[in-house]
Nanobody
Framework: QVQLVESGGGLGQPGGSLTLSCAASKIAFSGYYMGWYRQAPGKQRETVETINSSGRTNYADSVKGRFTIYRDNAKNTVYLQMNSLKPEDTAVYYC????????????WGQGTQVTVSS
């Protein structure tokens, strides 16, 4: 059974940093587009940042210059480095894996809470 297990969430200070990790199992990781999404209370899930199998990234304007997604294919893991945190970054963050050849082949992690507060 495919699993995406997120870790690294928690309480962050405004202006501080957190790094999220998502470890994938039972997928051919290098052939998957990976992404981080987030959902704040009362809001729809939104794309934070994605990375394709070649390493090209796309990011939301709201995180430009602050968040960086990167992947380690040897470890089947994708990361989200979050710097200069803002209270509006508070949300549940979800990891997503999408087969680059068959987009219907898609998986989600269980989510990890990120709260930015002083």
């Amino acid at each position: 059974q495919v699993q995406l297990v997120e870790s690294g969430g928690g309480l962050g200070q405004p202006g501080g940093s957190l790094t999220l990790s998502c470890a994938a199992s039972k997928i051919a990781f290098s052939g998957y587009y990976m992404g981080w999404y987030r959902q704040a209370p009362g809001k729809q899930r939104e794309t934070v940042e994605t990375i394709n199998s070649s390493g090209r990234t796309n990011y939301a304007d709201s995180v430009k210059g602050r968040f960086t997604i990167y992947r380690d294919n040897a470890k089947n893991t994708v990361y989200l480095q979050m710097n200069s945190l803002k209270p509006e970054d508070t949300a549940v963050y979800y990891c997503n894996a999408k087969n680059s050849l068959r987009v219907s082949d898609e998986y989600w992690g269980q989510g990890t809470q990120v709260t930015v507060s002083s």
